[in-house]
């Protein structure tokens, strides 16, 4: 089992940015690929970043490459996602997520067993 808890979230301006920060508990956190989603109202969870279990993998999605930079530090058992240059169409809900290192598909959401419950991004014009 995992335990994971995101904070950071807040509003912010257009252009501005956060840091968003995931910290585990439970099992030993370098055993988890790491990812980062995001749920607007009406619309479906998707994926924003991942990082793979040692770090060596990035993947981003089209929306926020160039603008938002995942990170981990397996000894503190923490992944942080830096978010710059901020619009609106960013404001949603951001979720934290952890899967086994072997799933390497870490762009899907079936690749996460333990999800947390998600902090507010709110991005005005």
């Known amino acids: 089992q995992v335990q994971l808890v995101e904070s950071g979230g807040d509003l912010v301006q257009a252009g501005g940015s956060l840091r968003l920060s995931c910290a585990a508990s439970g099992r030993p956190f370098s055993d988890f690929n790491v990812g980062w989603f995001r749920q607007a109202p009406g619309k479906e969870r998707e994926f924003v970043a991942a990082?793979?279990?040692?770090?060596?993998?990035?993947p981003y999605a089209d929306s926020v490459k160039g603008r938002f930079t995942i990170s981990r530090d397996n000894s503190k058992s923490t992944v942080d996602l830096r978010m710059n240059s901020l619009k609106p169409e960013d404001t949603a809900v951001y979720y934290c997520a952890a899967g086994m290192w072997y799933r390497t598909t870490m762009t899907s959401r079936t690749s996460y067993n333990y999800w947390g419950q998600g902090t507010q991004v709110t991005v005005s014009s």
């Open positions: 990082i793979s279990w040692r770090g060596g993998s990035t």
